[in-house]
T-cell receptor, first 114, second 110 residues
Framework: DAGVIQSPRHEVTEMGQEVTLRCKLI?????LFWYRQTMMRGLELLIY????????DSGMPEDRFSAKMPNASFSTLKIQPSEPRDSAVYFC????????????FGSGTRLTVV | SQELEQSPQSLIVQEGKNLTINCTSS?????LYWYKQKYGEGLIFLMM?????EEKSHEKITAKLDEKKQQSSLHITASQPSHAGIYLC??????????FGAGTRLTVKP
């Protein structure tokens, strides 16, 4: 079991550029969650999917943010155009059905927008 | 929505000392998770509590959920430098979207 895999680990981009963050779920997990972590706001849930379907995207800060899950094992989070206030660590997490085992988190993508 | 408040925000202890971190919910908890995060890394699942009065232990870490299911405590016995990190409590009230407290940053001085 390779765990939840995120890429890239670090991303530095200029304001206005498009950024795409990637996440590969653990095989057999059917829920996927995107979180953003900052010093000011802590860990915030952005969006989650169940069986590839977006269930709640109320945490997505603006229309500049979009997330997709084209298949059962892969998801992307896109920011277009990026802004300096988007700088944060972005985590994805997955789980299998009911959460008695908690969520399994990836190592995160540290995004810096300059 | 369910709010989770953690205390203290940060904690510095001498190696070998015991410590307690608290997590208080604005609503009844139907599942309370404890995670640990090291700087620059993802969250590691520690344990999950569901029943009022439940207590679980893993190595030197013990977590309890009070009878009213609105508060949980995490207790570390004889702390070690390896215990250093950020401890977060999380609640998943509808079993499909976990929210977290702000975290407690633990430093253990050798």
């Amino acid at each position: 079991d390779a765990g939840v895999i995120q890429s890239p680990r670090h991303e530095v981009t200029e304001m206005g550029q498009e950024v795409t963050l990637r996440c590969k779920l653990i095989s057999g997990h059917n829920s996927l969650f995107w979180y953003r972590q900052t010093m000011m706001r802590g860990l915030e849930l952005l969006i989650y999917f169940n069986n590839n379907v977006p269930i709640d995207d109320s945490g997505m800060p603006e229309d500049r943010f979009s997330a997709k899950m084209p298949n059962a094992s892969f998801s992307t989070l896109k920011i277009q155009p990026s802004e300096p206030r988007d700088s944060a660590v972005y985590f994805c997490a997955s789980r299998r059905d009911r959460g008695i085992f908690g969520y399994t988190f990836g190592s995160g993508t540290r995004l810096t927008v300059v | 929505s369910q709010e989770l408040e953690q205390s203290p925000q940060s904690l510095i202890v001498q190696e070998g000392k015991n410590l307690t971190i608290n997590c208080t919910s604005s609503k009844t908890l139907y599942g309370l998770y404890w995670y640990k995060q090291k700087y620059g890394e993802g969250l590691i699942f520690l344990m999950m509590l569901q029943k009022g009065g439940e207590e679980k232990s893993h190595e030197k870490i013990t977590a309890k959920l009070d009878e009213k299911k609105q508060q949980s405590s995490l207790h570390i016995t004889a702390s070690q430098p390896s215990h250093a990190g950020i401890y977060l409590c999380g609640a998943d009230p509808y079993n499909n979207d976990m929210r977290f407290g702000a975290g407690t940053r633990l430093t253990v001085k050798p």
